[in-house]
T-cell receptor, first 106, second 114 residues
């Protein structure tokens, strides 16, 4: 099945710096979902994007869906230690990206 | 409280000893699935169920069995576990089986097979 490529695999930032993870597909996506997994926890749904060019915000988190609906990004402004975890994108019913693991240095 | 529960949370077993990991949801969800999570590989689907008595293979079904006799329960069975099945397992459920449904995950079961 069609996978989604997620980059980077790891990101280490200083608290207060911004962070972005990208999710790319070779085929058009009908929608994309984002999940967050805290260390030792389970994935938790963050948001779903459906429309071409869609931008959604949740406090310091900004989610974008590309115009061609083949890529998506999650941007965190001014990271905090509470943002630590792995962020996954998901296409279709079951196709998760490999995730981007974010660590934040206080 | 709406939730997905899994038991046990941790399990260490030996090669060949049959085991079952239980999964239950209290949200009346139709769709349930099992994933395994391994470093660098993300979440890979093992089996899924669209409804009672309807199950199908995911990406990595070898060595696993499932059943869906009741809507709320979806146990994962390893008939003869092997060391390559050492992993972190998650059960998940959603209201429907289409692409647009949010998935709710259980807390995970960490399995070690020696």
């Amino acid at each position: 099945g069609q996978q989604v490529m997620q980059i980077p695999q790891y990101q280490h930032v200083q608290e207060g710096e911004d962070f972005t993870t990208y999710c790319n597909s070779s085929t058009t996506l009908s929608n994309i979902q984002w999940y967050k997994q805290r260390p030792g926890g389970h994935p938790v749904f963050l948001i779903q994007l459906v429309k071409s060019g869609e931008v959604k915000k949740q406090k310091r988190l900004t989610f974008q869906f590309g115009e061609a609906k083949k890529n998506s990004s999650l941007h965190i402004t001014a990271t905090q230690t509470t943002d630590v975890g792995t962020y996954f994108c998901k296409r279709g019913i079951m196709r998760f990206g490999a995730g981007t693991r974010l660590t934040v240095k206080p | 409280e709406a939730q997905v529960t899994q038991n046990p949370r941790y399990l260490i077993t030996v090669t060949g000893k049959k085991l079952t990991v239980t999964c239950s949801q209290n949200m009346n969800h139709e769709y349930m699935s099992w994933y395994r999570q391994d470093p660098g590989l993300g979440l890979r689907q093992i089996y899924y169920s669209m409804n009672v008595e309807v199950t199908d293979k995911g990406d990595v079904p070898e060595g696993y069995k499932v059943s869906r006799k009741e809507k709320r329960n979806f146990p994962l069975i390893l008939e003869s576990p092997s060391p390559n099945q050492t992993s972190l397992y998650f059960c998940a459920s959603s209201r429907g089986g289409g692409e647009g449904y949010e998935q709710y995950f259980g807390p995970g079961t960490r399995l070690t097979v020696t």
